[in-house]
C-alpha cells in the first residue's frame, strides 16, 4: 500500500488478519458438492438459490461497475450504498476520541452521523452563499484539515442539500495539498445529473482521493442499497474488502437486480428518464423562481432543488396535509427558511405547483 495512505489507517487495522469465508475461499461453481459453509441444503419454493450464501463481491456485478464507473475492478470496493463505504471509512482511518473529520455544512447529515458513533470530532468548513448558490471554501478546508489533523475530508458534489457542484480543480487542489494528511472523500451520489465529469479519472494521480457512486438514486435502486467507493489504491481495496466489510455483505437480491440495473437496455431506459427529471429540474426551478413568496432558487445539478423561501415551514405544513412531503430544512443554521423538493414525473411536479400556486394565493 502507498506508505502515505497506509500511515493514515488505524494502527490495528494495519496488524490485523483479514476474514477469509468459505465463499472465497472456495467460490460457487456448477458440478461440485458444497459442505463447506453449513448452507442448507433444501430450498424453499419460490426461493430458489436462496439457501446459498453469495459471493461476497461477484466478479460479474464487479465487471459492471468497472464499465459503469470507468475504472478498473481492483479500484472498486462495492458496499450496501454508498451509506456503508461511509461506515467503512470512519471504522478504518477514525481512532475514537483522537482523530477527527472534516465536513462542509450543509451537506450530507451521515457524514457527521457516523463520525459522531465513533466518537470522533467533526470539524466544520462551511459553504459560503451567494447569490444562487454555495461555494467551497477551498483555503478554509485546506487550512483546517491540516490544523487539526482531519482524516476525513467529505466533498459533495452535487451537494445534499445545496444542489450545486464543487469545482474540479478545487477538489484537485484539496487532494494536492492534504496529501499524507486526509483521505479525500467525494461523494458523486447525484453526478448523474451533472455536467460535470467524475473524480475517478483522478484517482491514478490523487491516491488519497475515494469517490463514493451509488445506484440509488440515478438508477432509481434505492430500496436496494447498491452503492461503491473507488480509489486508486487496489492494496487499499483488498484492506477494505477483507479486514472492514461484512462476510458476506451484498444480499443475493441486490446482486441480481444491480446486473439487472446495469444491463446495457436497463441503463439506457435509466438514462431516458434522467433526461426527464432534468427536464422537469428545469422547469420546476422556472416555476420557483416567478413565485413570489419564494427568494432564491439555487442552482442545481441535482434531482431536486433548495427553495429559500417566505413561509417555508407553513408550506410544508400546507402540502404535508395535501398528502404531499417536502423536507424542511428551515430552522437549520445555515439553511434558514430553505426547504429541499425532489424533482418528482411530470404529474407529481404539477400538483407540487398547483399546491404551491394555492398556499401563494392565501399568503400573499
Ligand atoms: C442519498 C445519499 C446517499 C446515500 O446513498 P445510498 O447509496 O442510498 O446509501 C449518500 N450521499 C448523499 C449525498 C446522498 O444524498
Not at 471504522?91 to 459522531?116: K, Q, W
Not at 446495469?262 to 422556472?286: C, D, G, T, Y
Amino acid at each position: 500500500m502507498n506508505p502515505l495512505i497506509e500511515q493514515l489507517i488505524r494502527p490495528h487495522y494495519r496488524q490485523m488478519a483479514g476474514y477469509v469465508s468459505a465463499g472465497m475461499e472456495a467460490g460457487k461453481h456448477a458440478g461440485i458438492i458444497y459442505l463447506n459453509a453449513n448452507e442448507n441444503p433444501y430450498e424453499l419454493p419460490g426461493l430458489e438459490g436462496c439457501n446459498r450464501y453469495p459471493e461476497p463481491q461477484p466478479p460479474a456485478l464487479l465487471t459492471a461497475y468497472a464499465q459503469t464507473y470507468e475504472v478498473e475492478e481492483g479500484n472498486i470496493v462495492m458496499t450496501r450504498g454508498a451509506d456503508e463505504a461511509i461506515v467503512v471509512l470512519t471504522r478504518l482511518f477514525c481512532e475514537p476520541g483522537e482523530d477527527s473529520v472534516l465536513i462542509c455544512p450543509p451537506t450530507f447529515g451521515m457524514y457527521a452521523v457516523n463520525a459522531h458513533g465513533m466518537p470522533v470530532e467533526v470539524v466544520e468548513v462551511p459553504l459560503q452563499p451567494s447569490s444562487n448558490s454555495f461555494a467551497l471554501d477551498t483555503s478554509g478546508v485546506i487550512q483546517q484539515a491540516r490544523e487539526r489533523a482531519c482524516k476525513l475530508v467529505y466533498l459533495c458534489s452535487p451537494n445534499n442539500p445545496t444542489g450545486n457542484s464543487l469545482p474540479r480543480e478545487d477538489m484537485q487542489r484539496i487532494c494536492r495539498e492534504l496529501s499524507g494528511t486526509s483521505m479525500v472523500v467525494v461523494d458523486e451520489t447525484y453526478i448523474e445529473f451533472a455536467q460535470q465529469h467524475s473524480m475517478s479519472s483522478d484517482l491514478e494521480t490523487h491516491p488519497n482521493l475515494v469517490v463514493l457512486r451509488t445506484l440509488s438514486k440515478s438508477y432509481s435502486m434505492a430500496g436496494m442499497r447498491m452503492g461503491c467507493l473507488l480509489c486508486g489504491d487496489t492494496d487499499l481495496v483488498h484492506t477494505i474488502r477483507s479486514k472492514c466489510l461484512d462476510a458476506y455483505p451484498l444480499p443475493r437480491a441486490s446482486i441480481d437486480a444491480a446486473l439487472r440495473a446495469l444491463s446495457p437496455a436497463v441503463r439506457e431506459l435509466a438514462q431516458q428518464n434522467i433526461n426527464k427529471l432534468l427536464a422537469e429540474r428545469e422547469r420546476m426551478h422556472a416555476v420557483f423562481s416567478d413565485n413570489p413568496l419564494v427568494r432564491t432558487v439555487y442552482a442545481s445539478d441535482a434531482n431536486f432543488l433548495l427553495l429559500n423561501m417566505d413561509r417555508a415551514g407553513e408550506f410544508v405544513a400546507y402540502c404535508r396535509e395535501h398528502a404531499l412531503v417536502l423536507r424542511d430544512f428551515s430552522s437549520k443554521p445555515q439553511t434558514r427558511n430553505c426547504i429541499r423538493v425532489s424533482i418528482g414525473t411530470v404529474e407529481q411536479n404539477d400538483i407540487m405547483c398547483r399546491l404551491l400556486a394555492d398556499f401563494t394565493t392565501r399568503h400573499r
